[in-house]
């Protein structure tokens, strides 16, 4: 009579009863919430490195294209150096930033285009002719640049550029500019 009074009190009042044994049916043990701690701590991990990651990015789009732009103009200003390495550098980097069109024609306005001319009828070394010719080569992509290289007096400077035989890549650029001049109607004939 005891055993089914404390059943039904269980039952009623929904706890353990003091005398009964209780009996764990599931498999679940120590091991287990372990397992599951270091599996929550992996994802909550990833959760906050990708929150990390999108964040870096937004502020990376927000602030990296004011820092191209002064990016530009110290690559520019490298051209105005005496020094052929430092002008050589400029010219590198003026090349890599000429990617699309609006970033040519930006190089164009800051006087970059001006500037390689410079550069490339003064150079004394054959690295100096290939870097400044490799970044006017960047910027002739652009239609526009093109125009403004050809009103600063482009043609007669490329074509007074020494021929060389020791860098194939230096008659490879001047040719090359030289067509897209010609190809936009330019005459290159002076």
Same mark, same amino acid.
């Given at each position: 009579?005891?055993?089914?009074?404390?059943?039904?009190?269980?039952?009623?009042?929904?706890?353990?009863?003091?005398?009964?044994? &209780?009996?764990?049916?599931? &498999?679940?043990?120590?091991?287990?919430?372990?397992?599951?701690?270091?599996? %929550?701590?992996?994802?909550?991990?990833?959760?906050?490195?990708?929150?990390?990651?999108?964040?870096?990015?937004?502020?990376?789009?927000?602030?990296?294209?004011?820092?191209?732009?002064?990016?530009?103009?110290?690559?520019?200003?490298?051209?105005?150096?005496?020094?052929?390495?430092?002008?050589?550098?400029?010219?590198?980097?003026?090349?890599?930033? %000429?990617?699309?069109?609006?970033?040519?024609?930006?190089?164009?306005?800051?006087?970059?285009?001006?500037?390689?001319?410079?550069?490339?009828?003064? %150079?004394?070394?054959?690295?100096?002719?290939?870097?400044?010719?490799? %970044?006017?080569?960047?910027?002739?992509?652009?239609?526009?640049?093109?125009?403004?290289?050809?009103?600063?007096?482009?043609?007669?400077?490329?074509?007074?550029?020494?021929?060389?035989?020791?860098?194939?890549?230096?008659?490879?650029?001047?040719?090359?500019?030289?067509?897209?001049?010609?190809?936009?109607?330019?005459?290159?004939?002076?």
């Amino acid at each position: 009579m005891r055993a089914l009074a404390a059943q039904l009190n269980t039952f009623l009042f929904k706890r353990k009863p003091w005398n009964v044994q &209780s009996r764990n049916f599931s &498999s679940y043990n120590g091991k287990d919430e372990a397992y599951l701690e270091q599996e %929550a701590e992996r994802k909550i991990g990833w959760l906050l490195k990708l929150i990390f990651a999108g964040t870096a990015s937004f502020v990376a789009y927000q602030f990296f294209p004011y820092m191209g732009d002064n990016l530009m103009h110290q690559s520019v200003s490298l051209l105005h150096v005496k020094d052929p390495l430092f002008k050589r550098m400029g010219a590198s980097r003026l090349a890599r930033f %000429a990617i699309d069109d609006e970033r040519r024609m930006k190089i164009v306005e800051i006087g970059g285009a001006q500037e390689l001319l410079n550069m490339l009828g003064s %150079a004394k070394d054959e690295r100096t002719l290939k870097e400044a010719l490799k %970044a006017l080569s960047a910027l002739s992509k652009s239609d526009q640049a093109v125009g403004a290289l050809h009103h600063a007096g482009a043609i007669s400077v490329i074509k007074s550029t020494p021929d060389t035989f020791e860098d194939i890549e230096i008659g490879i650029y001047k040719s090359n500019l030289l067509k897209r001049f010609q190809d936009l109607r330019y005459d290159i004939s002076s």
